[in-house]
């Protein structure tokens, strides 16, 4: 029998099935991530808390000077993953950062616009402030937004040509938390 066509060992098909079922366990769903979702208390313990094993979180600021805000930066081996941000107390949205995290309909970090909208089915509106010279764009769900950029860049307030936008790629997945 060729190798290929041989079964795999009980271990190694349980170890795969494991990891298959892990890594959906760490995708950006509707509710949120892991447990972390606008219910979540807007504090360093609590947002640990309400996340998977193997993450860390850290306390940030982000905005410019003059209109930063707190936010928590959430770290896998380090590295910061997502931006929480809150409002009211709560977890108010989150910004994944990383193409370790999937979002709903598994595109991730670093897809094409065509990748992610096959059939160009956004809403999508010019970056502002603190996100100029991107595209902001919604699907089907409202929750999960999609942040893109590339080249070449375009002006402020403006939006890219369809053939240009095909090929930028997506910077952030931001979700908002419903009410």
Known sequence: MPPSLRPLPAAFAAALACLCMQAHALDLT??????????????????AEALPPG???KAGKAGAAGGERAVYQVL?????????????GKV????????????????????????????????????QGEDSGTVICTGAQPAVRYQFAGKPAVPDG???GPKVLSKWRLRRILWLAQP
């Open 30 to 47: 509707l509710r949120g991530f892991g447990n972390l979702n606008g219910a979540t208390a807007f504090d360093e313990k609590a947002i």
């Open 158 to 160: 403006e939006m890219p």
């Open 92 to 127: 108010s949205g989150m910004a994944v950062e990383s193409g370790s995290i999937a979002a709903p309909g598994g595109a991730r970090v670093g897809a094409s616009f065509s990748y992610v909208f096959p059939m160009a089915k956004a809403q999508c509106k010019p970056g």
């Open 55 to 57: 993450y860390t979180v």
């Open 76 to 88: 896998e081996k380090g590295k910061r993953v997502i931006t929480v941000e809150g409002n009211e």
